[in-house]
C-alpha cells in the first residue's frame, strides 16, 4: 500500500472486541509494509553490528602489515556503511509509510462509525472523548505500528550477535545475551508512571471536576441566585457563602 493510494475504498471491518485484537487486524493489513520495514531494519542493523568486525579486520590487517587485508576490510567496511545509509533511509521511508496508512485506515474507520450513530454519538460518548480519539489515539497507534518493525528488526539483530558471540567467543557471548535483557528491564523502572499523573487542574485523570463532584450538595435558592449574578461561572455559585450546613457554594470568582 502506498500513500498515493490513500485514502481507502474499503477501510475493512476491524475486529474491536478487544485493543490487542485491533492491532492484530490492522498488523494483518499492513502485512507487505511491515515485512519491506522488517528487511531495511535488518540491513541497517547489521550493517551497524558489522562495523566493529571489520574495523577490528583492518587493525589486525595492520598489526600483520599485510595490505591485501587491509584493503579487503576497507572494502567491506564501505559496503557495511553503504548498507546502514541505505537501510537507515528506506527504514524511515518504509516506517513513515506504515504510520501514515494505519493513521488513515483507523480515522475512516472512525469516521464512518461516526456517521453511521450521528447525533446518538454524543449520547453515548462525550464529545471530548471522540476529539481525543481522532487526535491522540490515532497517533499512538500510527506509532506503535511504525516502531513494531524497528523492534522487530532489532531484536533480530541482537539474536545475530549473541549467536555469533557464542559461537565465537563463548564466554563474551553469555555476557551480552544475559547482559542486555538485563540491561532493557532496568529501564522500565525509570519509565514516567501513569497512575499517579494528574492533569493540568491538578486532579487525576477520570476524576470528575470539583464543581461536579459538589452541584449536587448546592441547594436550590444558591443556584437561583448565583444564576442571576455570574453567567459566566461553570456552575451557579452565589456572591456570598450560604448560610446552611448541607450546602457547598462558594463565593464567585468575578
Known amino acids: 500500500m502506498h500513500i498515493r493510494d490513500l485514502p481507502y475504498a474499503d477501510p475493512g471491518e476491524p475486529d474491536t472486541r478487544s485493543g490487542p485484537r485491533f492491532l492484530l487486524w490492522l498488523g494483518r493489513n499492513q502485512l507487505g509494509g511491515q515485512l519491506k520495514s522488517l528487511g531495511w531494519g535488518l540491513l ?62 483507523t480515522q475512516q474507520l472512525l ?10 454519538l454524543t449520547r453515548r460518548v462525550a464529545a471530548g472523548e471522540v476529539v481525543a480519539v481522532s487526535t491522540g489515539d490515532v497517533e499512538k497507534i500510527g506509532w506503535f505500528v511504525e516502531a513494531l518493525s524497528r523492534f522487530a528488526a532489532a531484536a533480530l539483530t541482537v539474536f545475530a550477535v549473541c549467536v555469533g558471540l557464542l559461537v565465537y567467543q563463548p564466554s563474551l557471548g553469555v555476557v551480552v545475551a544475559v547482559g542486555i535483557p538485563v540491561l532493557a528491564l532496568a529501564v522500565l523502572p525509570l519509565l514516567p508512571a501513569r497512575r499517579g499523573a494528574r492533569t493540568s487542574s491538578g486532579r487525576r485523570p477520570g476524576t470528575p471536576p470539583s464543581w461536579r463532584r459538589t452541584r449536587s450538595r448546592v441547594c436550590g435558592c444558591c443556584a437561583a441566585s448565583a444564576a442571576r449574578s455570574c453567567s459566566l461561572s461553570a456552575i451557579a455559585v452565589p456572591r456570598r457563602r450560604c448560610g446552611r450546613r448541607r450546602c457547598a457554594a462558594r463565593a464567585c470568582g468575578r
Open 44 to 105: 541497517h542493523f547489521l550493517g551497524i553490528a558489522a562495523l566493529p568486525y571489520t574495523v577490528g579486520l583492518a587493525v589486525q590487517a595492520v598489526v600483520d602489515r599485510s595490505g591485501t587485508r587491509l584493503a579487503v576490510a576497507g572494502a567491506v567496511i564501505l559496503l557495511a556503511g553503504i548498507a546502514v545509509a541505505a537501510g537507515d533511509t528506506m527504514l524511515h521511508r518504509t516506517a513513515v509509510t506504515n504510520w501514515i496508512t494505519a493513521a488513515a485506515r
Open 111 to 120: 469516521a464512518r462509525r461516526t456517521a453511521v450513530l450521528g447525533a446518538a
